[in-house]
């Protein structure tokens, strides 16, 4: 089993690289799926089913890692206590992994939190991929997480989609000089009363580095840009929180309209023994629910600055984008 380490280092001339998050670029050889587990709630039972996808033409080794959410949990040794997939993924192979940490993580049921997939050419050495980056292979992750009643299993799901993070598509507070050190999400709503009416609205960050201690803000307002409220979260090394949005601002409260959040990280510290060349970086997600159904909606960050040419055209002065 491959001891792997997560290191989130930012070359200077690929620093526009992090806004690969705001397309689909979803392949790498560690992708980050920010929700999952296996929990009973109340009356239903939460479940996550996960597909992944061999992007190369030789057989992969996957490895998994499950986080815990909460700020007490520590997560820090992840990267230590990997479980291998059974089987190898064949070349270019699509695979359904059902209720991927019942499966993998029976000792963790009744947990939620994230995984974190390793991706490793079979025969291969990937604890350096510096070293042997043709064995650090690529896959792409997609999680479906969802309920059903826990009285009756055969009685219908609702549930909704996770992508993988790949792990170069972090937001990092090193990359302020390009505006890409913040994102926001839309589509937060707050009204009616649960159970008979309206929505509420959760969301969740994930501190995507094992060698900082980061402290990421989420600020909240409303559609028209007035300012509600805001909460400052510390995240252990590859901490993780799932909460309400009226944990960050109290008085967020919609009426058949939507606000949003500016998520920024303001704080990192270096862990003792952490790659201090490393970035500091963080994923966040939202989800809005109808009171009335449970049915949620996933909502993704979403970076204020275009795609910069230069990803995708080159930085050679002939290289025109084909329109603007």
Known sequence: ?????????????????????????????????????????????????????????????VSVGFGETGTAADNSQLPKNLKNLPTSLEA??????????????????????????????????????????????????????????????????KGQLFVGYPWYSFVS????????????VVGLRNEGVRPTSGYRTNFGILNASQDYTGQVKVSVFTGTGTFVGEKTYTLKPLGHVQTGILDAAPNFTTSNSAGYAVIQQVGSTLVPGGCAACAPGFFVFGSVLDNVTDDPTTLESIYTEQLDLRCVYGSKADRRPVRR
């Open 92 to 157: 270019g192979e699509r695979r359904l992994i059902s209720d991927v940490t019942g499966t993998l993580f029976p000792e963790k049921d009744g947990k939620l939190g994230f995984l974190v997939f390793f991706a490793c050419r079979e025969g291969g050495n990937c604890l350096d991929c510096d070293a042997n980056p043709a064995d650090c292979s690529l896959i792409s992750v997609e999680g479906r997480i969802y309920s059903y009643p826990a009285a009756n299993p055969a009685g219908g799901t």
């Open 173 to 184: 507070p090193n990359d302020a000089a390009l505006s890409l050190d913040k994102v926001f």
């Open 1 to 61: 089993m491959n001891i792997r380490r997560i290191s989130l280092i930012v070359i200077a001339v690929l620093a526009v690289a992090s806004i690969a998050s705001a397309s689909n670029f979803r392949a790498a050889d560690i992708v980050y799926l920010p929700s999952a587990g296996k929990v009973a709630s109340g009356s239903v039972v939460f479940v996550t089913d996960v597909y992944i996808t061999n992007h190369t033409n030789s057989k992969v080794v």
